[in-house]
């Protein structure tokens, strides 16, 4: 009997990726396809699905090349970066677009260990000036740069 040996990293990984492209295909499958002179708003989508099925069963087939153990999840991590997602998502309404970047990447960063203020407050401070440049005065977004509800 052969022992196999499976990098289950690589297998739990592409098998989501997998997963998450056929999510995506299904969904496009709800949107027009179009013809090749005019492609309808389901092409995209059920094109990048596939790719990434695609990929994703690859990087699940590489996983019988080599071995290697599930590492334990930083639930620390996930927890801060799904609470950095959600603030992200109620601040940027309520107080404009930097200061749901700053509480966005001060709570992602509270995920990682060896935390420091001042990176911190460099990195929000740069991604603010990064996304004012490109959403408000590249692409004419209409985002509150910075607001104070009264």
Known sequence: M?????????LVGGGLMALVGFLVFLESLNYDMGDMASIGPGFFPRALGIIVVICGLGVAAMA????????????RAVATIAASILAFA???????LVPAIFATVILAR????????????LTAMGLSLFCYLIFVLGLSIPFAVVRWPL
Do not use: C, S, Y
């Open 110 to 121: 509270l995920g990682e260990a060896g935390f420091n203020w001042r990176q911190t407050v």
């Open 90 to 96: 109620g601040l940027i309404q309520t107080f404009g």
């Open 2 to 10: 052969q022992n196999w040996r499976i990098d289950k990293t690589d």
């Open 64 to 75: 019988f090349l080599h071995d290697g153990v599930l590492p334990k999840p930083n639930w």
